[in-house]
């Protein structure tokens, strides 16, 4: 039973900031990865930013130099810090694990997602 919520999101104007996060809980023995991706209106959804185990990152480039993730391992959480936000950052969110449960093999879980919405 694993379970990933995201929060944070909500209504910012051009340039603003914003801090999405991602909980997962369960019975986790082990989380090898988490990830950021976001899908806006007639859009397919896209991945933009991941992190590692190790703390180790990957940025989209149009995400770049705006966005980091960041993680607490003990909470199993991680975080999206959003600056510069443009109107075409406006979709939403959602993280997703590649995890370990106990009792069971690897596997990718997804949250339900959060939507952002940059908009003077």
Request: some cysteine; charged content about 15%; hydrophobic content about 35%.
């Amino acid at each position: 039973q694993v379970q990933l919520v995201e929060s944070g999101g909500g209504l910012v104007q051009p340039g603003g900031s914003l801090r999405l996060s991602c909980a997962a809980s369960g019975s986790i023995f082990s989380i090898y990865a988490m990830g950021w991706y976001r899908q806006a209106p007639g859009k397919q959804r896209e991945l933009f930013a991941t992190i590692t185990s190790g703390s180790s990152t990957y940025y989209k480039d149009s995400v770049k130099g705006r966005f980091t993730v960041s993680r607490d391992n003990a909470k199993n959480t991680v975080f999206l810090q959003m600056n510069s936000l443009k109107p075409e950052d406006t979709a939403v969110y959602y993280c997703n694990a590649d995890l370990k449960v106990v009792a069971a093999k690897p596997q990718t879980y997804w949250g339900q997602g959060t939507q952002v919405t940059v908009s003077s």
